[in-house]
T-cell receptor, first 114, second 114 residues
């Protein structure tokens, strides 16, 4: 079975700082990778996804993530964060076949200080 | 994308009672799922709701405790039976299989059991 690790539980940054949130997964085959965001009081939204092709994927609100197959990683980045990026961020993985079950990481709480 | 609604949005229930949560998707979907998100934790898949057949439960979840119905391709219900305070959580409905394995989430039902 697949698993996902997010090592940063709580990250605090000042506005305009650069962001990188780590995500590593464990699975022996081909995977689809996702980042979801949950803003305070709101439901989960898809930030970006990787299925195949260019390992650098761009999502909404200036976020991007890079899939490094050799490292089993899919880290989320943003060059300059804003106060409105304060949220919980979840990495998720799903095998590229089968019954489409997503496995989520434990989440990273991002707090942006104005 | 799919728009997913859930009812109720929140409820406070007494120990030993049951609550049924409804999930409605605005378009026909292949897959529907139910997740639980306990306070400060990540999402845990409860079961996959199968249209026209019994739900597929994940390890640690059983049909007697979490009966699920899915009478058609746009609707599902999750019942939390014989509730205890440990069932206090956010319950999320999810739909997938629309476009290239994307999965969307409803706003969640916040359940508090006294």
């Amino acid at each position: 079975a697949q698993s996902v690790s997010q090592h940063n539980h709580h990250v605090i940054l000042s506005e305009a700082a650069s962001l990188e949130l780590g995500c590593n997964y464990s699975y022996g085959g081909t995977v689809n990778l996702f980042w979801y965001v949950q803003y305070p009081g709101q439901h989960l939204q898809l930030l970006l996804k990787y299925f195949s092709g260019d390992p650098l994927v761009k999502g909404i609100k200036g976020f991007e993530a890079e899939f490094i197959k050799s490292k089993f990683s899919f880290n989320l980045r943003k060059p300059s964060v804003q106060w409105s990026d304060t949220a919980e961020y979840f990495c998720a993985v799903r095998p590229n076949f089968g019954n489409e079950k997503l496995t989520f990481g434990t989440g990273t709480r991002l707090t942006i200080i104005p | 994308s799919a728009v997913i609604s859930q009812k109720p949005s929140r409820d406070i229930c007494q120990r030993g009672t049951s609550l049924t949560i409804q999930c409605q998707v605005d378009s026909q979907v292949t897959m529907m799922f139910w997740y639980r998100q306990q306070p400060g934790q990540s999402l845990t898949l409860i079961a996959t709701a199968n249209q026209g057949s019994e739900a597929t439960y994940e390890s640690g979840f059983v049909i007697d405790k979490f009966p699920i119905s899915r009478p058609n391709l746009t609707f599902s219900t999750l019942t939390v039976s014989n509730m205890s305070p440990e069932d206090s959580s956010i319950y999320l409905c999810s739909a997938g299989g629309l476009v290239r394995n994307e999965q969307f989430f409803g706003p969640g039902t916040r359940l508090t059991v006294l």
